[in-house]
C-alpha cells in the first residue's frame, strides 16, 4: 500500500485549501500588510494615468487647439503657456516615482514572503517526518518525500507570494478601472462590465480541466522520482539480473504518461488566454465604437478626453484579467502540489504517547510479551499469541527461516510498531503507559545496514549522545574491536558512509549504539557486513557489550550466538523451540537441523578457501 494524497475536489475545499495557504503568509503580518499595500498602491497609480491624460486633454489641449483655431482665423499669432505642459509632465513624473518606489517594496516583500514561508512548510515537514511512525515510511517511497520538500514546496510558495501578487493587482486594477469608468459613463461601463461574467465562467470551465490534468502530472512525477532514486540506489541489482531494458522500458512508459497529462495541462491553459484577449478585444472595439459616436454627438454626452480615459480603461482592465487568467492556470499546479504537502503535514503518527503517560526510570531490562499478535497489514498476522519472559541481563537470540517474524519480535521491543493484541511489559510494567523517548533513548540498536550520517567519525559514533567526550569514545571504540579508528576520529566518512566500507560501517554503529551504554541491546543480523576474521577479532568486545545488559541478537552465522543465554527458534509466527545451545541440539528438533546444515556449510567454505 503506497502514501496517498489528499484531494481537494470539491469547489468549497478548494476555498479552505486556499484559507490554509493564506494563513502561512499571514503568520508574517507586519511584512503581509506592507506586501499587500504597495501592490494596492501600484494599481491605484496605473489607473491614475487615464485620469491625468484625460485632464490633459480636456483641459489644456482641447481648449487650446479651439483657440489656436480662432486665433488663426482671426490672423492673431498662437501663444503657448509652457507651464501647462510642465504641470501635467510633473503629474506623471510624481505617479511614476511613488508607483517605481511601490514596485521596489512590493517585489521584496513577495520575496520575502516567498522565502519565511518555503522555511516554515520544509521545517514542518522535516519535524513530521521525524514525529511519524515507521508504518508511514513503510507506505511512502523515499522520491514520494523527497518531491514534496523541493519542487511541490516551491510551486506553493510562489503561489503565496508572487502569485498573490499577481492576483492582488488585478483586483485593484479592476475595481480602481471600473468605478472610474461607471463614475464618467455608466453605459460604457456597462458594456465592459458585461465581458467579465464570461470570463468567470470560462475560467471555472476551464480551470476543472487543468486542475484533472494538473493532479495526474504531479502525481506521475512523483513515481518518476521515486522509480528515478529506487533504480539508481539499485543500479547493480538491475545489471546483476540483467534487468536494465525492463526497468527502462517501465521508466518510458511513467514519462510518456507524464508528457500526456501535461501536454493536456497546458494546453488548456494555453487556450484561456486567448479566450480572455479575444473577449478583451470584442469589449474594447464596442467601446471605441459607442463612445465615438457619444463624442461626435452634437449634444457633446463625451468629451475627447472622457473617451481617451475610456478607450486606456477599456484596454488595461483586460490586462489584469489576462494576468489572473494566466497565474489561474499555474495555480492548479500549486493547489495539486498543495495538496500532497499537507497530505504529509496531516498525517498522524501511529505511535504516540498516552495522555499521562510517565518516563521510565532507569531500565533493569526485563521483557515480558503477554499473548502478543501483530499484523503489519489487517487480516495478515505476523506474530500469533506469543508468549515470552526475558530476565534483565539475558543475552536471547533470535534464529529461523526469514520471514517467520525475527525482526518483528525486536521491532515491538523498540515500539517501532504496537501490539495488534496483547501487552508487553518492561520491568513489569506495560510500555504504552511510558513515554516513546524514555524507552528508546535506553536502547541501543544495530542494524544490518547502517547508516551513517555526512560528517567526521566522532560526530557519527557520538550521534546518540551528543555530549560524549573524546575518552569515552575512544573507550566505546576499543571495546568493539575498532582501534583503527581511533587516530581517525576527524576522517569524513562521506554522505551515507561511502568512504567506508561496510564492514567499517559496521563498526562504527557497534561503537554507536554501545556509546549510549543502553540497558537494552538489540543486534539485527548485526555481523553480517563484516568478515569472518574481523568477527572474531570483535567477538570479544561482544560479549563485552552484552555483559550486564539485556541483549536481543538475529544472527544467521550460528557461531556467533552459541555463548547466548537463550536462543529462540522464531517460525511462522511462533517461538516453537526455547534453551540454550547445549539443550536446544539435544533435542535434535529444528534448531539441531539448522546448526547442522549451517555447520556443513561452513565446513565446505572453509575447505574449498583452504583450497584456494
Known amino acids: 500500500m503506497t502514501q496517498q494524497d489528499r484531494q481537494f475536489t470539491e469547489r468549497a475545499n478548494v476555498w479552505a485549501f486556499l484559507r490554509r495557504l493564506l494563513r502561512y503568509a499571514t503568520a ?18 496605473d489607473a491614475i494615468y487615464p485620469l491625468i491624460w484625460k485632464l490633459y486633454l480636456d483641459n489644456y489641449i482641447v481648449p487650446q487647439v479651439q483657440q489656436h483655431i480662432a486665433q488663426h482665423q482671426a490672423g492673431d499669432t498662437p501663444i503657448i503657456n509652457p507651464m501647462w505642459l510642465l504641470s501635467y509632465g510633473a503629474m506623471f513624473l510624481l505617479n511614476g516615482t511613488i508607483q517605481a518606489i511601490c514596485v521596489y517594496f512590493f517585489v521584496k516583500y513577495a520575496g520575502f514572503i ?13 519535524v513530521k517526518l521525524q ?63 458585461t465581458t467579465i461574467p464570461i470570463l468567470v465562467l470560462l475560467s471555472f470551465k476551464i480551470s476543472t480541466v487543468i486542475l484533472l490534468f494538473s493532479r495526474q502530472a504531479r502525481k506521475i512525477n512523483s513515481e518518476i522520482t521515486a522509480t528515478y532514486t529506487e533504480h539508481v540506489s539499485g543500479v547493480e541489482t538491475n545489471k546483476i539480473t540483467a534487468q536494465e531494458k525492463r526497468v527502462s522500458t517501465e521508466f518510458s512508459y511513467l514519462t510518456n504518461t507524464l508528457r500526456s497529462a501535461s501536454f493536456r495541462s497546458s494546453f488548456y491553459t494555453a487556450l484561456y488566454m486567448p479566450l480572455v484577449i479575444f473577449v478583451g478585444a470584442v469589449g474594447g472595439g464596442i467601446v471605441l465604437y459607442v463612445g465615438g459616436q457619444m463624442t461626435l454627438d452634437a449634444q457633446g454626452a463625451l468629451t475627447v478626453g472622457t473617451l481617451a480615459a475610456f478607450f486606456n480603461y477599456a484596454t488595461q482592465v483586460f490586462w489584469p484579467i489576462l494576468d489572473i487568467a494566466k497565474f489561474y492556470g499555474s495555480t492548479q499546479h500549486s493547489l495539486s502540489a498543495g495538496e500532497r504537502i499537507f497530505s504529509l503535514l496531516d498525517e498522524q503518527p501511529s505511535i504516540v504517547d498516552r495522555p499521562n503517560a510517565s518516563d521510565f526510570d532507569t531500565i533493569k531490562g526485563a521483557i515480558t510479551f503477554e499473548k502478543v499478535s501483530f499484523a503489519y497489514t489487517r487480516n495478515k498476522a505476523v506474530l500469533h499469541d506469543i508468549n515470552l519472559h526475558i530476565t534483565a541481563g539475558t543475552s ?50 544495530v542494524l544490518q545496514t547502517p547508516h551513517l550520517f555526512a560528517g567526521t567519525v566522532r560526530n557519527n559514533i557520538r550521534y546518540g549522545r551528543i555530549d560524549a567526550t573524546d575518552a569515552e569514545i575512544v573507550a566505546a571504540l576499543n571495546l568493539v574491536g575498532a582501534t583503527q579508528f581511533v587516530q581517525r576520529l576527524d576522517d569524513e566518512v562521506g554522505e551515507a558512509g561511502g568512504y567506508l566500507s561496510m564492514g567499517e560501517r559496521q563498526l562504527l554503529s557497534f561503537a554507536r549504539a554501545i556509546l549510549k551504554q543502553p540497558r537494552i541491546l538489540i543486534m539485527d543480523e548485526a555481523t553480517s557486513a563484516i568478515d569472518t576474521l574481523t568477527e572474531a577479532t570483535i567477538q570479544k568486545g561482544i560479549a563485552a557489550m552484552l555483559e550486564g545488559r539485556t541483549s536481543l541478537i538475529i544472527a544467521h552465522r550460528l557461531s556467533t550466538i552459541e555463548h547466548c543465554d537463550r536462543i529462540l527458534v522464531v517460525k511462522n509466527g511462533a517461538i516453537i523451540e526455547d534453551g540454550n545451545h547445549q539443550t536446544l541440539l539435544a533435542k535434535h528438533g529444528y534448531y539441531y537441523d539448522l546448526y547442522s546444515k549451517y555447520a556443513q556449510q561452513e565446513f565446505v567454505e572453509h575447505y574449498h578457501s583452504n583450497e584456494t
Open 28 to 45: 508574517h503580518r507586519r511584512w503581509f500588510i506592507a506586501f499587500l499595500c504597495t501592490i494596492i498602491c501600484v494599481g491605484i497609480c
Open 396 to 445: 536471547v537470540a533470535l534464529v529461523g527461516a526469514t520471514g517467520g517474524g525475527k525482526s518483528t519480535i525486536t521491532n515491538l521491543v523498540c515500539r517501532f510498531y504496537e501490539p495488534t493484541e496483547g501487552i508487553i511489559k518492561i520491568d513489569g510494567e506495560d510500555y504504552l503507559n511510558k513515554t516513546v523517548h524514555s524507552l528508546r533513548n535506553q536502547l541501543g540498536v
Open 114 to 126: 516567498q522565502e519565511r514561508v518555503m522555511y516554515d512548510l520544509r521545517r514542518q515537514m522535516f
Open 131 to 193: 514525529s511519524l511512525s515507521f508504518s508511514f515510511f513503510d507506505k511512502s517511497a523515499q522520491g514520494w518525500l523527497l518531491s514534496r520538500l523541493t519542487s511541490d514546496t516551491e510551486r506553493v510558495t510562489e503561489l503565496i507570494s508572487w502569485g498573490l501578487l499577481e492576483c492582488t493587482w488585478g483586483l485593484t486594477m479592476i475595481t480602481a478601472c471600473m468605478s472610474a469608468m461607471f463614475f464618467y459613463n455608466w453605459k460604457l461601463a456597462l458594456i465592459v462590465a
